[in-house]
C-alpha cells in the first residue's frame, strides 16, 4: 500500500530471483508470470503472492533519488 501523495517503487535487487510469483493482484486485474518490480502510484494498493525459493536476506529500497538517503529501506528476511 503507499498511502503517500508521491509514487513509489520496492525494488530487491535478487529478491525476485528468489522467489516464484503465483499472482499479483490490483484492483480488478490479476496478472500471472515472472514479475521483478511493482510501481505503486499515489493510494494505490496491490497484493503480492509468492512462494520463497532460495532463504536468504534481500535489501529492499525505492530508487526515486533522494528516497532511499531519506530512509526508505528495508529488508526481507527469508528463512526455511
Ligand atoms: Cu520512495
Redesign the pocket.
Known sequence: MNPSQ?K??FTAKDFADGIWTQKVQASKVEIKGAIHELQLKPGAEAEWVFVPLKSGTYVLR?P?PG?TEAG?TGEIAIKN
Open positions: 508521491l513509489h517503487y525505492c526515486i528516497h526508505m
